[in-house]
């Protein structure tokens, strides 16, 4: 390891952070998810602005999944179990409803466009995710997030993530098995669904165990790194259950969540996941080759008339897994347009069809296309339909 | 990127976390400072305990060194520059004492065993560091921090830890030049001091500008992220000049630490640094051979035998280092052994010349028991000292 190596590492992580920063600060001061700056960020990274510039350094792929490795495990802390079994059941209307349509529909798409197999499966999946966080950020900047809209809104996205960590799971195992079989996938999402089940039963008793043995400690940053490495433990674990590694760090913040510690363990991970989350988004960017958007290409009409309708399905979709609320008196429209944005998990689905080479540059500039265009929809709609 | 290479990347990261604070927790226990246990903790590892842990993994070398980046700007923020100005002078005689002579008493013993050059410099420099951060802690359990003896130690160390840096930058600079040659020496101290004056003489209005934006802006984590941004960029500026990336980082440090913002930043920077600096550490003590200190093997006599020399030269010269003292009344031993602990820098040195060849697996050996031990006996000599 020489000086001049780390200073390249350093040089690089300089950029994305700055890029994510400034591009997110634009996007936040334009009412936008910050989100969509960083991956803009990226793309303009990847455009090849700096030329020592090297998205494909393996340590920045490393630190990129580091990331998403925290951003999950982050999610799972700030996922509320306790508010989902109270607005149970309509959320988990909205939430299946919202999954399955989205699937079939982006799926059904794909085979019909002659995409088959595990790439249609892939990009069905890429539909079916929620982004609590924006939806959340946006009801809470109105002051609604008392509304029942806004309980079930949530409700339901905490139940997608679950499901989408546990198809993200069951993508990731079929992609590294190559060929694609509803046996392999099957295999996979039982791996997925037992690993959550099983941790969040026996989960809870250990991980306030754990919490508990913390204040004994005398040794500096034991909270972080007690956290961090329970994450790490049970990423390892699901991984070596044959699931993914995302879906161990998610029920790990999950069951952080359920101790008394949750709000130092959250306050402690946030340096942390400022620093590496944003490098995954900028990453997501910097792998889009601009040119594939190019109108005036008649080589890209292909993945530009996939890109609309992948849109089309994906708003629509979700629209209306509001209509699955049997309560009266409820703004159903708000419901589905919370459920629009796709957000980060959408961007884990596209990233691992590309890694896994599922995914060719054209279908992945497709996925992330619909993504930036619901999660950029999203807000200014859902202003509309609560006020 | 596959999965299974993010895996091994956790599994390694969390092992080097676990060893480090279960470690660190014993020597706390004992009395001992937390670095003795993580380096008792790496040494384990680099034993072999557990297989497949990868003590030469390219990519836990780069983040050992980010976590000597993330440390060198931690130190920074806690030296305390305006405290040096109130102290100044009796420090400054007592870190050019510690400095000094330990560094001519172990250059010329390395030089009489016939080890000249780079090694004598090398050696002779992992000699003259302080740990500040030892003797403050061992002084603030005793209640200790206001005595005038503590004030001076503290601003010794300061001054100390620039020299050390200094002198760091000027024998990574020389190490990588490979001769070793006076010129090169005088190219690289030349250097550092001209980045350190300039940088803290124009840093300062940098800086608190830089800190006056932070509230303006509204995307998530952007204090943490323009404090690391801002380290980031002073380590490549101080490498692109010459120096060492570490020379930067702890300008950065000691720039911010003149801000309003220095608790906050401190505070947003300690997960991080939880998390990383150990590594460094761990892997230090992965990289000692632990048969090199087998007393029974005569081939390894010659480097218990240095190793016991430079001990000696460590304590006796520190220990001078107090007589420097003119203030009458004043406990000039206690002084001298606060400043013998050579902690976190002495290791950096050792690593330093290590990776650049210039030190080979007895003289890494002999360098790290002599910080090891000056480590060890200084808590309970200070406690006597000022009981």
Redesign the interface.
Known sequence: ???A???G???D??LI??S??IF??V???LDQP?VL?ELLGGVLLGFGLFSFFRPDD??L??M???GV?LLLFETGIHSDLSELVRVGPQSLAVAIVGVTLPFVLGWALMAALGHGGMQAVLVGSALTATSVGITARVLGDLGKLDLPEARIVLGAAVIDDILGIILLSTV?GAS?AGVFSWLVVLRATALAVLFVAVALSLGPALSRGLVRQIPK??????L???A??FA??L??LA?AMGS??IVGAFTAGALLSQTDKKADIAG????????FV?VFFVMVGARVRLSAYNPLVPGNYPMLGLAAGLIVIAIAGKLASGLAVWRKGVNRLGIGVGMVPRGEVGLIFAQIGL?AGVLNDPLYAAVVAMVVATTFVAPPLLRRSFN
Chains 1, 2 share one sequence.
Do not use: N, Y
Request: overall charge neutral; hydrophobic content about 65%; cysteine-free.
């Open positions: 390891m020489t000086e190596h780390v200073a590492f350093l040089a992580l300089l952070l700055l994510a920063k997110g600060e996007a936040e001061r910050a700056g393996p340590a792929a490393l990129a999944q580091f490795v990731e590294a400690l005398k040794v500096r940053g034991v972080i790194t007690a961090v490495s790490f433990a990423a390892l991984h993914a590694l402690a991970l946030k340096p942390l996941a400022d620093v944003p890694a």
